[in-house]
């Protein structure tokens, strides 16, 4: 005996709604800033290579340069009065 024809769209719905763990949904992709550093077009990111002399283009993009590793630039602005 076959199912129903509206149990079967209700799960077509459901399952487009409400798809499961095996989705890409969930992936986040870590991206990039394209920039030019030392005359060469290089990919900015937390964790990448680089050099202290660029700091000053490091910090254009929110980035630091600590121990030759790219990182997150920890901004703390004015104090609230």
């Known amino acids: 005996m076959a199912p129903p024809a509206t149990a079967v769209l209700a799960a077509a719905l459901f ?3 409400f798809p499961g763990c095996s989705t890409s949904v969930h992936q ?3 991206a990039c800033m394209q920039a ?3 005359g060469k077009m290089v990919c900015l ?3 990448e290579r680089c050099q202290s002399s660029h700091e000053r283009i490091y910090r254009s993009y ?3 340069c600590r121990k030759g590793i790219l ?3 920890n901004y703390i ?3 609230n009065p």
Request: proline share 10%; charged share 25%; net charge positive.
């Open 77 to 79: 602005g004015p104090a």
């Open 15 to 17: 399952g487009a709604v």
């Open 62 to 64: 929110g980035l630091t």
């Open 28 to 30: 986040t992709v870590t």
């Open 71 to 73: 990182r997150e630039r």
């Open 36 to 38: 030019r550093i030392g």
């Open 45 to 47: 990111r937390p964790g």
